[in-house]
């Protein structure tokens, strides 16, 4: 079984619609990241939390909010979806030895 | 706050050595990791420099010269598996995140 698991793993929405992506992990690991990939732009960090209480805006928060209902779980919500969200989003773990960050699967995120 | 640069595009055959460098910016940071992603896929761990010098694991090798603000990624033996992007990233010290390079995008021919 995967260890960083995302829900869903597409999604096709329309401007101004709510969304939320979720994430869990197996890791046992307190920091999680939520990150944000556009083609040749790379990794940006949206948000991040180093336990249920810890949350951090990152450097492209706007627009986008954070829950951390458990160790295990760490969701990103789009309050009102934008075209310009469309984007590949990835949930992370950080962990281990060699400051390791683990990444889920991925979301593949349209907005209409 | 930290940035990172890397050459977009590296071309190389199958059987030689390429070379991806990265020199950054930073505040501070723990180290200098690697990262490997295959199109459509998530990012995976290669190589991590906490020390400057040269890290091997396998085929891959990794170098770090804090001095010089510079590392670089080493792929020996190309396979046509090896193809994908390759991303330097650095962990601040202060925000415990990664930053992400843009990204070298490794195209190996026959």
């Known amino acids: 079984d995967a260890d960083v698991t995302q829900t869903p793993r597409n999604r096709i929405t329309k401007t101004g619609k709510r969304i939320m992506l979720e994430c869990s992990q197996t890791?046992?690991?307190?920091?999680m990241y939520w990150y944000r990939q556009d083609p040749g732009l790379g990794l940006r960090l949206i948000y991040y939390?180093?336990?249920?209480?810890?949350?951090n805006k990152g450097e492209i928060s706007d627009g986008y909010s954070v829950s951390r209902q458990a160790q295990a779980k760490f969701s990103l919500s789009l309050e009102s979806a934008i075209p310009n969200q469309t984007a590949l989003y990835f949930c992370?773990?950080?962990?281990?030895?060699?400051?390791?960050?683990?990444f889920g699967p991925g979301t593949r995120l349209t907005v209409l | 706050g930290q940035s990172l640069e890397q050459p977009s595009e590296v071309t190389a055959v199958e059987g030689a050595i390429v070379q991806i460098n990265c020199t950054y910016q930073?505040?501070?940071?723990?180290?200098l990791s690697w990262y490997q992603q295959h199109d459509g896929g998530a990012p995976t761990f290669l190589s991590y420099?906490?020390?400057?010098g040269l890290e091997e694991t396998g085929r891959f090798s990794s170098f770090l010269s804090r001095s010089d603000s510079y590392g670089y990624l080493l792929l020996q033996e190309l396979q046509m598996k090896d193809s994908a992007s390759y991303f330097c990233?650095?962990?601040?010290?202060?925000?415990?995140?990664?930053?992400f390079g843009s990204g070298t995008r490794l195209q190996v021919q026959p």
């Open positions: 890791k046992g690991h307190d920091r």
């Open positions: 939390s180093f336990d249920v209480k810890d949350i």
């Open positions: 420099n906490a020390l400057d």
């Open positions: 930073t505040s501070g940071f723990y180290g």
């Open positions: 992370a773990t950080l962990g281990g030895g060699t400051d390791t960050q683990y």
């Open positions: 990233a650095v962990l601040d010290t202060g925000r415990r995140a990664l930053t």
